[in-house]
């Protein structure tokens, strides 16, 4: 009887071996590759997602054929579930070992946003959620934010910032936050108004004539 349940305890723990060792295999095996139809594949991991999260929306998209190869590889080396938030672009050819590998290690992609002469608050805000950016938090942010500047006083508040957002090409994190973003417009208005030395009585008003100008200028070159 005892030889019996040794026997069958090497049988049980032989194929429990050669089990995980085809795990392992499949999930590193450089033929098993992401399914994508696009040139990229771009995946967002947001504060809080586990890789099981991500894992189960990738095979809800198709983009891996079995998830439960992952879960027990993850279980098997459970320090490669410590993945990064952030955003991740993958090329055509990317095995599964490599998604795995790639999301402990995010890097902050950059975004670059082009703010046009004359756009109104509104204008900057539409642009900055055709590049990903949340809108609500965004006029959120207009509303309560709260910015250390000498120019800012309840009225420039009260009408957010209108004509108070430097136009220029900007370079954001993709995880940078309304603070941050809207700081930095008005850090670099800051910078401008320095340098032209304007009056802090007169600025007001000469935001105001400027703002028309720029309008005008617009509707001038899109009627012609």
Known sequence: MFRKYKIFTFITSSIVAVLMIFFVWYVTNKQNKLF????????????GDTLFSILDDLYKKQ?????????LYIKLHPQKSNIQAGF???DQGVTYAQLIDTLQTAQPQIVSVTF???????????????????KEQLEDCLRSCVFDYDFIDSEIKKYQYEGYFYPDTYFFSREANPFTIFNTLLSQFNKKINILNIPSEKLSKTIIIASMIEREEKKVKEKY
Do not use: A, N, P
């Open 36 to 47: 994508f139809t696009e040139d990229t594949l771009e995946v967002h991991v947001k504060k």
């Open 88 to 90: 991740f672009t993958f």
């Open 63 to 71: 983009v891996i054929s079995q998830k439960l190869w992952f879960r």
């Open 116 to 134: 046009l002469e004359g756009w109104r608050v509104s204008q900057y805000i539409q642009k900055l959620v055709q590049v990903g950016f949340d």
